[in-house]
Structures are given as C-alpha cells and as structure tokens.
C-alpha cells in the first residue's frame, strides 16, 4: 500500500514569507507526527495528533509554527513570517495509534528560507 | 526531559567486518528504545525496536540490539557488515505512555570494499 507522503518535496522561500507544509499519513493510521531535521542533527519532535486533536505540541519552537489536521488523516504544517533558521527538512510520521507503534515516515519537505 | 547521546558520528569500517553503533540515553523512567536507518536518499525506517521482554532484539538483516538498563545503552551490531549496509543509523526513545520519539544525533556507517 501507499506509504506516507509528503508535499512539496522542495520549497523555496524568502525570509518573511509564509509556508505550508502538507503531509498524507497512511489510511487508517490515527496518529500523525511532525519533525524537523537540521543539517546533520538526528528529527526533533515538534507536534502529534491523536486523531483531529493535537495531543502533544511541546515541540513546536514558537507562535510561527502551526500545524492542523481538521478531518483526523490529511495535515498541515504552517510557518509564519519564516527565517533563515527555520530551513530543514521537516519530517511526517504515522503509525496506528496510541501506544509504541512502529512510526511510518515520509520523504520529507526540504524547506529552504533564503 | 530523557535525551540520547551517539558517541560516534561516522564509522568507517571494511566489508565483512564486524561494527558497533554505540547508543545510551538518559531518562528516570521506563523507556522504549529504537534503531532506525536510513538509507541514502530515502526516507527513516525502522531496524528494531526493544519494548519489553528479552533484552536482546533483532531486525531481519542481521543487526542486533542490545538493552542494558543499567548502562543505559541499546548499541547496535552486526557481525559482518555489507556495502548494502550503507546508511545513517539514529537511535531513539519514547518514554512509556508517550508517543513523541527523541532522537540522537545519528552514525553514519561507511563500508569500504
């Protein structure tokens, strides 16, 4: 079956601008995660959805981060006004739900702010 | 906050040798441990994983795991490595009843011919 994938592969930018980042979990997987991963650095956790809700946002570094998954499968993660650190490949992960199942992760979105 | 130290970021090692990715991590409470890899230009996937029961877990090709609470580790092994086992390798943890995996730094394993 289909994997988990993720839109656009690369994207551009300029500093300032706004981004959205989307992400197709596998059908049937309730849980859905967001990670970044900087140059040479392992993926840090910055949100999981349990379903439609965020159920832990911990990770997200500030305000200009949001991410919403409004039907419970397809989301989305947003970036306001976008700085030069925000570049990274950001990271979506599902697995079936609540409990240490086995996190499926897409390709990544390369994000690069300029 | 549990977090995970790779003390090595790069391996090199010949074919058919044997190697060790070193993990340990922090935490004051019960974990889940991981290893995933990921190959070049591809996505993270899971090698293995220790979530209760034997200490000692393994994936399909050949890499073991090892979990020893009282080191805090869960280093990885093989005992002959192959060109196809190429990669960047990341340990990882999650706390029991989390969800979020923490992650270290990663290994990059380079097999030389």
């Known amino acids: 079956g289909a994997g988990v994938s993720q839109t656009p592969s690369n994207k551009v930018t300029e500093k300032g601008k706004y981004v959205e980042l989307r992400c197709d979990p596998i059908s049937g997987h309730t849980a859905l995660y967001w990670y970044r991963q900087s140059l040479g650095q392992g993926p840090e956790f910055l949100i999981y959805f349990q379903g439609t809700g965020a159920a832990d946002d911990s990770g997200l570094p500030n305000d200009r981060f949001f991410a919403v998954r409004p039907e419970g499968s397809v989301s989305t993660l947003k970036i306001q006004r976008t700085e030069r650190g925000d570049s990274a490949v950001y990271l979506c992960?599902?697995?079936?739900?609540?409990?240490?199942?086995?996190?499926?992760f897409g390709p990544g979105t390369r994000l690069t702010v300029t | 906050a549990q977090s995970v130290t790779q003390l090595d970021s790069q391996v090199p090692v010949f074919e058919e040798a044997p190697v060790e990715l070193r993990c340990n991590y922090s935490?004051?409470?019960?974990?889940?441990l991981f290893w995933y890899v990921q190959y070049p230009n591809q996505g993270l996937q899971l090698l293995l994983k220790?979530?209760?029961?034997?200490?000692l877990v393994e994936s399909i090709n050949g890499f073991e795991a090892e979990f020893n609470k009282s080191q805090t580790s869960f280093h990885l092994r093989k005992p002959s490595v192959h060109i196809s086992d190429t990669a960047e390798y990341f340990c990882?943890?999650?706390?029991?009843?989390?969800?979020?995996?923490?992650f270290g730094q990663g290994t990059r394993l380079t097999i030389n011919p």
């Open positions: 992960a599902s697995s079936l739900g609540r409990g240490p199942y086995e996190q499926y």
């Open positions: 935490s004051s409470v019960s974990v889940y």
């Open positions: 990882a943890v999650t706390l029991e009843g989390a969800q979020k995996l923490v």
């Open positions: 220790y979530l209760s029961g034997s200490t």
